[in-house]
């Protein structure tokens, strides 16, 4: 008999991510010496649950590509630790890696350029079958028009080519052929940011669709926090190679904790012109720092309106402040200490000015 407590207990996690880092080197010269290195991931720590929906946004560039790749071992870390299934993936070699490409795929972000052009849909949707030499009930080509079906694509489409396919069909044939070994985790990688606006709802619905049809695990990365709003269960915020707020979807839209993700929030389109002019929008100022040398302390304190001293300095661990609610900053916005909302920013202000003056007194 199951124990109550074992039974209502948290589900082992599918992927566990500890510690990931991914740099890659700047050769130069003609012995092509390396003179330094682009910090694309920095040290991530994350875990995805049976079932569910992580999404990661940031801007262009934060490491939210490389940290999917990482994932599904499409690139080598530098450090750190994979876990999938409680199994250390993370310098498995290509024939140990065969095996487990069935139970992680990915979406890539390009339907141009993912699919080959020389290739047929039958063949690009068959091409996993082929590679791990199997052979599905009924033959592959029955399968591969099951799958053409599934993700909303005419079966009888079989022998036609990518360029005679739209966008939005092109990123079907690569959902149908990340699905075609009945993969346990799938990667998307801006899945529907190549796509015009009416079709990415239907791609969105589609895998809503099929997670809960095949019990799918998701992690889809994106820019556009509407999508992630619409498919997530929990959201990883990254800026810079780092994550500085994960939280479930509820907790992180209505009561945001790092300033980075407030702001975010802040840009995200109100068709309602009564709401669009009660909410304060935040303009951050300059450009996210290089990657290749990234801010001392917290990285995002170069364009940060609350930066004191000490986010110069220190670097913000990634911590709990509430369940299921983890922020890396030193001034977190809406902490479960904080005020009132009415009196929370005259607070804060007044918080940020004393620790100026007695950091003015410490370095006097």
């Known amino acids: 008999m199951t124990d109550p407590e074992q039974a209502t207990a948290t589900p082992e996690p599918l992927l566990k991510v ?63 630790k994979i876990e999938f299934e409680g199994r250390d993936i993370t310098h498995l070699g290509t024939a140990a890696m065969r095996p487990m490409r069935r139970d992680v795929q990915m979406i890539f972000q390009d339907p141009y350029s993912s699919l080959n052009p020389r290739h047929t849909v039958g063949a690009i949707v068959g091409a996993p079958f082929r590679l791990q030499g199997v052979t599905p009930e009924g033959g592959t080509k029955a399968e591969v028009q099951r799958l053409l079906e599934l993700v909303g694509l005419n ?27 009945k993969p346990k985790l799938v990667v998307a990688d801006e899945p529907v940011s190549a796509l015009d606006v009416s079709i990415q709802a239907q791609v969105v619905n589609l895998l809503d669709d099929l997670q809960d049809e095949l019990g799918l695990t998701y992690v889809i990365i994106a820019h556009d926090l509407s999508v992630i709003r619409h498919v997530s269960d ?28 407030k702001a975010l929030l802040s840009a995200v389109p109100v068709p309602d012109p009564k709401r669009r002019a009660k909410r304060e929008r935040i303009l951050l100022k300059g450009d996210v720092p290089s990657p290749i040398s990234p801010p001392s302390g917290c990285r995002f304190h170069t ?48 918080a940020a000015e004393t620790a100026r003056k007695v950091t003015k007194k410490t370095d006097s």
Not at 249 to 260: N, S
């Open 155 to 181: 079966p009888e489409h079989y022998n036609r080519y990518p360029h005679e396919f739209s966008g939005g069909q092109r990123q079907r044939i690569g959902i149908a052929r990340a699905l075609a070994l």
């Open 18 to 80: 500890s510690r990931l880092v991914k740099h890659f080197p700047i050769k130069k010269g003609l012995l092509q010496r390396q003179t330094g290195a682009v910090q694309a991931v920095d040290g991530l720590d994350f875990d995805v649950r049976p079932g569910e929906t992580l999404g990661v946004v940031g801007e262009s560039g934060c490491g939210k590509s490389t940290m999917g790749r990482l994932v599904t071992r499409l690139l080598e870390p530098t450090s750190g």
């Open 303 to 350: 364009r940060c309106w609350k930066a004191t001293e000490v986010c110069k300095r220190q670097e913000p661990p990634l911590v709990a402040l509430r369940t299921g609610h983890q922020v890396a900053c030193h001034h977190p916005e809406n902490a479960p200490d904080a005020p009132d909302a009415s009196d929370q920013v005259p607070r804060q202000k007044a």
């Open 234 to 261: 929990r959201i990883a915020v990254m800026y810079l190679g780092k994550i500085v707020e994960l939280a479930d979807r509820k907790a992180l839209y209505e009561t945001p904790m790092h300033p980075y993700t």
